[in-house]
């Protein structure tokens, strides 16, 4: 994740205006910060509610729709 991170993070500084270049990285980490804390706040409320099987396995639409979105 990391790794893809700091790519995304690359594009976003190559293709954003020399002006807006830092804005856009920071509107970047805020978007993907909130993402994250999201998803793990998600995965601990199915943890908790459904058990440990049903969290982890839960990931595996939202992993088949953004390939499907993605292509």
């Given at each position: 994740m990391g790794m893809s991170l700091e790519l995304l993070a690359a594009m976003i500084a190559d293709t954003a205006p020399v002006e807006l270049s830092g804005t856009a990285c920071r509107l970047f980490n805020l978007v993907s910060g909130i993402a994250?804390?999201?998803?793990?706040?998600?995965?601990?409320?199915?943890?908790d509610r459904f058990g440990a099987s049903f969290a982890l396995h839960a990931r595996v639409p939202s992993r088949?729709?953004?390939?499907?979105?993605?292509?």
């Amino acid at each position: 994740m990391g790794m893809s991170l700091e790519l995304l993070a690359a594009m976003i500084a190559d293709t954003a205006p020399v002006e807006l270049s830092g804005t856009a990285c920071r509107l970047f980490n805020l978007v993907s910060g909130i993402a994250m804390v999201m998803g793990s706040v998600t995965a601990g409320l199915l943890w908790d509610r459904f058990g440990a099987s049903f969290a982890l396995h839960a990931r595996v639409p939202s992993r088949n729709w953004s390939r499907w979105v993605l292509g």
